[in-house]
C-alpha cells in the first residue's frame, strides 16, 4: 500500500510538520510506501516528498491537480490544522475526487470549533458538501468529533488521538547556545508555541517569574512556530525584559529537534488557551517526562493540568512536577502509539475495500518532483 501524506512537512518544524514526520516513520515501518505533498513554506528534499508553490495559489492548485492524477498512491490523507489548511483541504478533496484517487482527512487544530461556529451559512453549506466527498474523516479528540458531527450528522467520523511514536533520536547535539543555556540554568522547563494570544505564551513566562523564587537557576526554553504575528512577538519579547527574565529565557526558532531538548529538560509546559491534541504533550509523555499544561477540554492521561490563564497555578502545578522524577516511556503511552498505527492502517484497508491491491500499482508516472520549481 502507498500512503501519501498532505500537508505542512519540516522544516519549519511545528506540531502538524512534526506529526506527519511521526506517522511516515510509524508507516514505513508497518511496511507501507510513504510519500508526501508538502503544503508548507520549506522546501525539504526527499525523494519521496512533492513541494508545491505557495506564493501563487493558482499554481499551487495546478500543481495539485496534476500531481493528485499522475500520483501512484492507493490512499491520500490530508492534515487539517488550521483556518487556511481547512479550505485546501476541501479543495485536495474535490481534486481527489475529480482524478478518481481515494482521500482521508484528519482534523487535529485545537481552535477549530470556533472556526466552524464563525462561518456563515454558504461557507458552511460548502464545508459540509466538500467534507461529504472524503472517503473517510478523523478527528483528534471529541470536541473536534462533535462539531464535525454537525457538519456531517449523517456521517460516521472515525476519533484516533495524536499519538504515535516519537522519532528517535540518538540524543543528537543541540545548537550551541541551547546547551550552554541548559548546562547554565536549573531545573530546566521546554515550552512551545506560536506568538499569539491562543497560546498562552505570556502566562508561561509570568509563571516563571514566580518560580524565580523557589528556583533562582530557573531556565525556560521557548521555542516558537512560525505561525505567530509581529505585534504578540514584541509583547512577549517585552514581558520577558519587564518580568527580568533576560538571563532565564532562551527563544529558539524551528529548533530541527524537540524530542532531544526535551530529554534534556526537567519539565515540559504547555500553556495553550486552546488546544486540539498536542503533539510536543504527547512526546513528552512518551519519554516519560513530567509534563504540566493547561485544562483544555482534551488532555491525556498523565498530565498535571493547571487552570488555563492562570500563570499563579500554572507555576503551583509546575513546581510539582518539577519535584518529579524523569521517568519512562509511560506503559499506556507506548501501547495507544502502537494502537493508532494499526487504527490508522485499517481505515485505510475500509478506505480501499475489496480493489485493495496486493503489489505496488503504478497510474501513469510518480508525482513530478519538480512541482515546487
Not at 516528498?49 to 500543481?63: A, G, K, P, S
Not at 499522475?70 to 479550505?87: E, G, K, N, P, Q
Not at 550551541?176 to 522547563?189: D, T
Not at 502509539?337 to 484497508?349: A, Q, W
Request: glycine share 8%; aromatic share 6%.
Amino acid at each position: 500500500m502507498k500512503i501519501t501524506l498532505v500537508g505542512h512537512y519540516p522544516p519549519p518544524y511545528g506540531g502538524v510538520a512534526a506529526l506527519m514526520k511521526q506517522m511516515e516513520a510509524a508507516l514505513s515501518a508497518n511496511g507501507s510506501r510513504v510519500g508526501i505533498f508538502n503544503l508548507g513554506s520549506g522546501k525539504p528534499a526527499g525523494d519521496n516528498v512533492v513541494n508545491f508553490r505557495t506564493d501563487n495559489r493558482i499554481v499551487e492548485f495546478l500543481q495539485l491537480w496534476r500531481s493528485f492524477a499522475f500520483s501512484d498512491s492507493d490512499i491520500f490523507h490530508y492534515l487539517s490544522a488550521s483556518y487556511r489548511s481547512f479550505w485546501l483541504g476541501a479543495t485536495c478533496i474535490l481534486l481527489a475526487r475529480l482524478t478518481g484517487r481515494r482521500i482521508v482527512i484528519s482534523f487535529v487544530g485545537g481552535a477549530f470549533k470556533d472556526f466552524v461556529d464563525g462561518m456563515n451559512p454558504l461557507a458552511r453549506s460548502i464545508a459540509r458538501s466538500t467534507l461529504g466527498l472524503a472517503h473517510a474523516v478523523i478527528a483528534c479528540n471529541s470536541d473536534i468529533e462533535e462539531v464535525l458531527k454537525t457538519l456531517l450528522p449523517e456521517r460516521r467520523i472515525s476519533r484516533m488521538a495524536n499519538c504515535f511514536p516519537p522519532l528517535t533520536t540518538n540524543g543528537s547535539i543541540l545548537p550551541r547556545n541551547v546547551e550552554e543555556f541548559i548546562s547554565s540554568h536549573s531545573p530546566v522547563v521546554t515550552s512551545t508555541g506560536a506568538a499569539c494570544t491562543e497560546y498562552g505564551l505570556n502566562g508561561a513566562l509570568e509563571a516563571v517569574a514566580e518560580l524565580r523564587r523557589e528556583y533562582p537557576r530557573i531556565g525556560l526554553v521557548l521555542v516558537l512556530t512560525r505561525y505567530g504575528n509581529a505585534k504578540n512577538e514584541r509583547e512577549l519579547l517585552d514581558a520577558v525584559g519587564t518580568l527580568a527574565l533576560r538571563d532565564h529565557v532562551l527563544i529558539e526558532r524551528n529548533l530541527p529537534d524537540f524530542v532531544s531538548l526535551i530529554k534534556r529538560s526537567d519539565a515540559l509546559l504547555r500553556s495553550a488557551l486552546v488546544d486540539g491534541d498536542s503533539v510536543s504533550v504527547r512526546e513528552s509523555l512518551f519519554i516519560g517526562l513530567p509534563t504540566v499544561a493547561s485544562d483544555t477540554p482534551f488532555r491525556p492521561k498523565g498530565v498535571i493540568l493547571f487552570r488555563k490563564g492562570d500563570p499563579k497555578d500554572m507555576a503551583r502545578k509546575l513546581s510539582q512536577a518539577l519535584k518529579r522524577e524523569k521517568g519512562r516511556t509511560a506503559p499506556e503511552a507506548e501501547k495507544e502509539g502502537e494502537e493508532n498505527v494499526e487504527k490508522l492502517l485499517s481505515i485505510y484497508r475500509a478506505v480501499l475495500g475489496p480493489d485493495q491491491p496486493s503489489e505496488p500499482h503504478l497510474r501513469g508516472n510518480s508525482a513530478d518532483r519538480r512541482a515546487g520549481t
